[in-house]
Every structure is written in C-alpha cells, then in structure tokens.
C-alpha cells in the first residue's frame, strides 16, 4: 500500500474519532435524545459541541478533495516522495485542525486549514504530471 492511501485510511479513522468526539460533546451537555432522535430541528448547540460538528462537516468536505488526490495519484502511478510528504502534511493539518477549531484557535484554525487544502491542491497537480 502506498503511503498515500494509508494516509487516507488514517483520515478516514480521524473522522471517525472526530464524529465520535461530538457525539460525546452532545451528550455530555444533555442533548443525548437529540443526538439518538431523528433530529428534525437542531438545538442551540453549546459553543463546543458547535464546533466539533463544524469541523467534522469540514474534514468530510476536505476529505472529498483529498481522496481525489489519492486516487489519482495511486492510479496513475504519480506516487512519489512529494506526494507522500504532502499526504502526511494533510493528515497532520487535520489532526491539529480539531483542537484548533474546538477551542477557537484563531486565526491558527484558518491558516492550518489552508495548509491541509494547499498539501491537496498541490497533490492533485502532481498528478497531472
């Protein structure tokens, strides 16, 4: 297996971890029925537990990109020094994205962002040659 697509399993157990870490936000601060219910209406969410749904809605959309680049990358044979580096810039972006967006780490939230979407960006551009 590539590193790369090991990366992507390791994202994919992150978000996992992240879901995971919300859901016991939610029921920690008493929204247990909400959080099992069909959640026709959302509640007010405490800060927290706000954020931590944030950020697991952002590294779904992120993760979209970033399979992408695995992908194509690992199909077409475009695997390579820089494509792993920046397949684990990516995982540790996101990594320090859950804290930083949990605690209101601004503006470090925006710029660890940035950097898990240019390790992709530039990722998919890798492919291409």
Excluded: C, H, K
């Excluded at 008493?30 to 800060?47: E, H, K, S």
């Excluded at 967006?101 to 492919?127: D, E």
């Amino acid at each position: 297996m590539t590193a790369e697509l090991i990366v992507l399993v390791l994202v994919a157990l992150l978000q996992v971890v992240q879901i995971m870490l919300a859901g016991a936000a939610m029921n920690q601060a008493g929204l247990m029925q909400w959080n099992a219910g069909p959640r026709d209406t959302a509640p007010i969410f405490p800060p927290l537990v706000g954020r931590l749904i944030r950020a697991v809605n952002n590294t779904t959309e992120g993760l979209v990109l970033f399979a992408i680049a695995v992908i194509v990358t690992v199909i077409t044979g475009q695997s390579s020094g820089l494509t792993a580096t920046l397949a684990w810039i990516y995982l540790a972006a996101r990594v320090l994205y859950v804290p930083a967006y949990a605690f209101g780490w601004s503006p470090w939230r925006s710029a660890i962002w940035a950097v898990g979407l240019l390790s992709t960006v530039i990722m998919l551009i890798a492919a291409l040659f």
